[in-house]
């Protein structure tokens, strides 16, 4: 089949700067973290990239390890994007990512110089592209010398198969000095993925978000609604197709307790008083916020896609309702 993307696919979607840099990404950029690995169905898989195209994601952000198998959600990104986006590269922002775990042995875990060109040159193998726009250090590495891990960010994009540099999961003063080097080598890192929702507030604990915010760094965020807890979803009970229902690793039925849902309800109705969906209200919360970039979110069906980018028409909430947010999740100072 030939796909040909919408027209009017930029004229309502927001797009904002990584922090000081000229790469601006969409304020919600589609993961492909779940969904997109070996026992995902293709067609689907598709049509949730075309879904997310039309209506002006840009950003699909992959990572080494997403499966499963560990490779499998670049191999199937990398086929959806030379079957069908091969025409709009240029229009396309394109991460991954190298850290964690991916193959045996010594060389295929942490933050040496050694597994990040590897994987890399592994990732575009899968993906069957000659660059990625972002390269993340996926997580940091206590065991390996910064400026190694740093110089290996720095060489990726002076051998052209970076064209910028990210990094995730790291803290405030540990960004802040991968930054210092990343500048001393002249890489254009540009921004940070982590974590961040209503219910997890760590880069607020961490002085991630103040420290990318001062140095000028965008802050993408992911799990936006805490793997569904801040959906509606489990309000009424867990439902044998959701992740607590299948028992999935990173979220389990014994996540959904009496406080959990007492704080959900109460999260939900306020929404509803914004006249959003208790999705739409927790993505519109982290895009209040002019410290972060983009939300990605993940998805298992076009639909869903839809749903949160309407998120984005309604992002203004009023002083009153962030103190409800926090007093309900027990954070009211």
Request: proline letters at 5%; charged letters at 25%.
């Amino acid at each position: 089949m030939n796909y040909i993307p919408s027209e009017s696919r930029y004229d309502t979607m927001k797009y904002n700067r990584c922090g000081e840099s000229g790469l601006k990404l969409p304020a919600v950029s589609l993961g492909f973290w779940h969904n997109f690995g070996d026992a995902a169905n293709y067609d689907n898989m598709r049509s949730m990239c075309f879904t997310a195209f039309d209506n002006g994601i840009t950003h699909f952000d992959f990572a080494n390890n997403y499966g499963p198998e560990y490779g499998a959600a670049e191999t199937n990104g990398g086929r959806i994007l030379y079957d069908y986006f091969r025409p709009y590269r240029d229009e396309l922002i394109i991460s991954t990512k190298a850290g964690y775990d991916m193959w045996p042995g010594p060389y295929g875990i942490g933050g040496s110089r050694k597994y990040l060109l590897a994987s890399l040159d592994q990732s575009l193998k899968r993906l069957g592209l000659e660059y990625v726009d972002i390269f993340y250090h996926h997580v940091p590495d206590p065991n390996t010398p910064l400026e190694e891990t740093m110089g290996a960010l720095a060489q990726a994009v002076r051998s052209g198969k970076a064209l910028y540099a990210g990094l995730s999961n790291y803290d405030g003063p540990t960004m802040a000095r991968a930054a210092e080097i990343l500048e001393r080598l002249g890489t254009p890192f540009v921004i940070n993925q982590n974590s961040y929702n209503i219910f997890n507030r760590t880069v607020e604990r961490n002085g991630l978000k103040a420290e990318a915010k001062r140095l000028g760094k965008g802050l993408i965020t992911f799990s936006p609604l805490a793997q569904g807890l801040l959906t509606n979803r489990y309000l009424e009970g867990i439902p044998s197709d959701s992740r607590a229902g299948s028992g999935v690793k990173f979220l389990r039925p014994e996540a959904i307790t009496d406080e959990y849902l007492a704080r959900a309800r109460a999260l939900d109705a306020l929404a509803k008083e914004r006249g959003q969906t208790l999705a739409e209200m927790s993505l519109a919360w982290i895009l209040r916020d002019d410290s972060v970039t983009s939300v990605l979110i993940g998805a298992s069906r076009p639909a869903q896609i839809l749903d949160n980018i309407a998120a984005i028409k309604n992002t203004v909430f009023t002083e009153e309702e962030l103190q409800k947010i926090d007093e309900i999740c027990g954070l009211a100072k």
